[in-house]
């Protein structure tokens, strides 16, 4: 007898006093993620993040019904959940409650859409979600952190299940490899003050793309890694990218035709890389960006560098620094450029300054701390009667962790056997570099304090070839040369210090830095 009017009424009026009454004695409160999104073929992002977020939680592994999953790109099988199963997290000391829901359309017309790796249009018959629950006291406080935590850790996880890639360039175009090299931070054998320098300084520099935009600054660092051959530059770089899970762009300048091409492949590196130019000294000459001796300025204004096998290259050291730290630097965010020399001194100041080349690190010759870890790693050692000895020996003399590791790798059966090879090369190492000094570079003007020292050059004495007016008075297997050098043109004062390296003054600290260069190099 009732109206429909009324009755419609009395239904809404009490449907809603109903659910309000509900949720006032309801301590929770739900969400739902939604895989689809209206209107958009992409779908819902943060359904795949949460997605990949429950995938890797430990408790879905003690759930009685789980699904077993792998991708074809992926490298790790995933766990997910069953339709109506409910999962608990924590967070920020409050628990939450995941439930995976299913449902089949029955109205084709709800179907969503996405386009599959053909380009094919596929419908959805299933309408998925996620509802999420907690506590209405902490949604507040815990809901925006908490989705921010999910979206970073589903981030992750989706790198650390992608294969990292090792990339090389081919004119335009990248080629990739699988990246598989093993080196790690712990394999490596570094002094652990340095380790801890760089392990930190990559650790602040993954977690920092707040820090870098709220101070104005592209979210990119740059190393420099110099040192003689053999002393560990290219696997600390393959440390890093181990440590960081990022791909490697290693980048053969020698091969890019012009500043047009080295933009254009750098321009197609990806987010979370790192770029590598080995040998940086060797590739090109970037001694001085403002003339060339050797060649001539080019369409740019700039100036080619074309030394020995690189003539044909256009690519100019102006074109390399607008992307380590000019207004191209800005493409591709996430990125470590790492340079490698021999040959530190050799580059231009404007290469190395901070901004540019943010850590300069030194990698050189074995020390004792660095051998154990190496005999650790290859040999099981951590400590042996030979230890003191061999300490005593490497502080007199240089051998490569390269030629340790050999050594250690050819005589790894025998313990007793591979330390006294160690022991023997040290000591042939001691008895040559009887022949041998070394002379650091550096003049008042160049450099501030000693530590700045460019770099040191090896050489053969019985090559010096001292000018007329100057004499070689002094050398032995510690110290420096000493001569005095009298002529008008190229007047400089050698002198040893007491510091560990020898070092020189001079007037014309060019023109002896290359009369040095050319006797390192032959
Ligand atoms: N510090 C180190 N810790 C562990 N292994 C090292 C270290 N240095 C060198 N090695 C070993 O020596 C080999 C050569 O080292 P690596 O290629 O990294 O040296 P590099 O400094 O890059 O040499 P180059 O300047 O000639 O390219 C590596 O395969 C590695 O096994």
Same mark, same amino acid.
């Given at each position: 007898?009732?109206?429909?009017?009324?009755? !419609?009424?009395?239904?809404? *009026?009490?449907?809603?006093?109903?659910?309000?009454?509900?949720?006032?004695?309801? !301590?929770?409160?739900?969400?739902?993620?939604?895989?689809?999104?209206?209107?958009?073929?992409?779908?819902? *992002?943060?359904?795949?993040?949460?997605?990949?977020?429950?995938?890797?939680?430990? &408790?879905?592994? +003690?759930?009685?019904?789980?699904?077993?999953?792998?991708?074809?790109?992926?490298?790790?099988?995933?766990?997910?959940?069953?339709?109506?199963?409910?999962?608990?997290?924590?967070?920020?000391?409050?628990?939450?409650?995941?439930?995976?829901?299913?449902?089949?359309?029955?109205?084709?017309? *709800?179907?969503?859409?996405?386009?599959?790796?053909?380009?094919? !249009?596929?419908?959805?018959?299933?309408?998925?979600?996620?509802?999420?629950?907690?506590?209405?006291?902490?949604? +507040?406080?815990?809901?925006?952190?908490?989705?921010?935590?999910?979206?970073?850790?589903?981030?992750?996880? +989706? &790198?650390?299940?992608? *294969?990292?890639?090792?990339?090389?360039?081919?004119?335009?175009?990248?080629?990739?490899?699988?990246?598989?090299?093993?080196?790690?931070?712990?394999?490596?054998?570094?002094?652990?003050?340095?380790?801890?320098?760089?392990?930190?300084?990559?650790?602040?520099?993954?977690?920092?793309?707040?820090?870098?935009?709220?101070?104005?600054?592209?979210?990119?660092?740059?190393?420099?890694?110099?040192?003689?051959?053999?002393?560990?530059?290219?696997?600390?770089?393959?440390?890093?990218?181990?440590?960081?899970?990022?791909?490697?762009?290693?980048?053969?300048?020698?091969?890019?035709?012009?500043?047009?091409?080295?933009?254009?492949?750098?321009?197609?590196?990806?987010?979370?890389?790192?770029?590598?130019?080995?040998?940086?000294?060797?590739?090109?000459?970037?001694?001085?960006?403002?003339?060339?001796?050797?060649?001539?300025?080019?369409?740019?204004?700039?100036?080619?560098?074309?030394?020995?096998?690189?003539?044909?290259?256009?690519?100019?050291?102006?074109?390399?620094?607008?992307?380590?730290?000019?207004?191209?630097?800005?493409?591709?965010?996430?990125?470590?450029?790492?340079?490698?020399?021999?040959?530190? +001194?050799?580059?231009?100041?404007?290469?190395?300054?901070?901004? &540019?080349?943010?850590?300069?690190?030194?990698?050189?010759?074995?020390?004792?701390?660095?051998?154990?870890?190496?005999?650790?790693?290859?040999?099981?050692?951590?400590?042996?009667?030979?230890?003191?000895?061999?300490?005593?020996?490497?502080?007199?003399?240089?051998?490569?962790?390269?030629?340790?590791?050999?050594?250690?790798?050819?005589?790894?059966?025998?313990?007793?056997?591979?330390?006294?090879?160690?022991?023997?090369?040290?000591?042939?190492?001691?008895?040559?570099?009887?022949?041998?000094?070394?002379?650091?570079?550096?003049?008042?003007?160049?450099?501030?304090?000693?530590?700045?020292?460019?770099?040191?050059?090896?050489?053969?004495?019985?090559?010096?070839?001292?000018?007329?007016?100057?004499?070689?008075?002094?050398?032995?297997?510690?110290?420096?040369?000493?001569?005095?050098?009298?002529?008008?043109?190229?007047?400089?004062?050698?002198?040893?210090?007491?510091?560990?390296?020898?070092?020189?003054?001079?007037?014309?600290?060019?023109?002896?830095?290359?009369?040095?260069?050319?006797?390192?190099?032959?």
């Amino acid at each position: 007898f009732i109206p429909p009017q009324v009755r !419609r009424f009395f239904d809404t *009026q009490l449907e809603t006093c109903f659910e309000r009454l509900f949720r006032a004695f309801n !301590r929770y409160t739900h969400m739902e993620v939604h895989e689809d999104v209206q209107g958009s073929f992409r779908g819902n *992002q943060m359904y795949r993040d949460v997605e990949m977020y429950l995938s890797s939680l430990e &408790r879905i592994n +003690e759930s009685d019904f789980v699904r077993i999953q792998r991708c074809e790109e992926e490298t790790s099988v995933t766990f997910s959940l069953p339709p109506e199963e409910t999962i608990e997290d924590n967070f920020m000391g409050s628990r939450v409650w995941w439930t995976y829901h299913c449902q089949q359309n029955q109205d084709s017309s *709800q179907h969503s859409f996405f386009w599959d790796h053909r380009g094919r !249009r596929e419908y959805n018959k299933e309408s998925r979600s996620f509802s999420l629950k907690m506590l209405r006291a902490d949604k +507040e406080r815990i809901i925006k952190p908490y989705l921010q935590h999910i979206i970073c850790a589903s981030k992750e996880l +989706e &790198r650390s299940n992608t *294969q990292r890639k090792l990339c090389t360039n081919d004119k335009y175009e990248w080629d990739e490899v699988e990246l598989n090299h093993p080196s790690t931070f712990d394999s490596i054998a570094l002094s652990p003050d340095l380790k801890e320098l760089i392990v930190r300084d990559l650790d602040e520099f993954k977690c920092g793309e707040t820090y870098y935009h709220s101070v104005g600054r592209a979210w990119k660092r740059g190393y420099l890694l110099y040192g003689p051959p053999g002393t560990g530059k290219s696997s600390l770089i393959a440390a890093i990218a181990n440590h960081l899970n990022y791909d490697i762009y290693d980048l053969e300048l020698t091969s890019v035709a012009d500043n047009t091409q080295l933009k254009s492949l750098l321009t197609r590196t990806r987010r979370k890389s790192i770029i590598v130019i080995e040998d940086i000294d060797c590739s090109l000459d970037l001694s001085n960006r403002s003339k060339n001796e050797e060649g001539s300025p080019n369409a740019d204004g700039n100036v080619n560098m074309g030394v020995g096998e690189h003539k044909n290259s256009r690519v100019t050291l102006s074109g390399l620094l607008n992307f380590t730290d000019g207004l191209w630097s800005c493409c591709g965010e996430e990125r470590i450029f790492i340079f490698t020399t021999n040959h530190k +001194e050799r580059l231009d100041p404007a290469l190395l300054r901070s901004g &540019r080349m943010d850590l300069h690190i030194l990698l050189s010759y074995c020390t004792f701390p660095a051998f154990k870890v190496l005999a650790a790693n290859y040999l099981g050692v951590h400590e042996h009667a030979l230890y003191p000895t061999v300490e005593k020996a490497m502080q007199h003399s240089k051998v490569t962790p390269a030629e340790v590791v050999e050594l250690l790798l050819t005589n790894k059966s025998c313990v007793q056997v591979a330390l006294e090879r160690v022991m023997a090369a040290l000591d042939e190492a001691s008895r040559s570099r009887k022949n041998y000094t070394q002379v650091g570079i550096f003049s008042a003007s160049d450099v501030d304090s000693y530590t700045d020292v460019v770099s040191a050059v090896k050489f053969n004495l019985s090559d010096i070839k001292v000018p007329a007016s100057s004499e070689l008075e002094h050398a032995d297997g510690k110290s420096a040369v000493v001569a005095n050098g009298h002529g008008n043109t190229n007047r400089f004062e050698v002198s040893n210090g007491d510091a560990p390296n020898t070092y020189c003054r001079m007037k014309k600290p060019k023109k002896l830095r290359r009369l040095l260069m050319k006797l390192g190099r032959s």
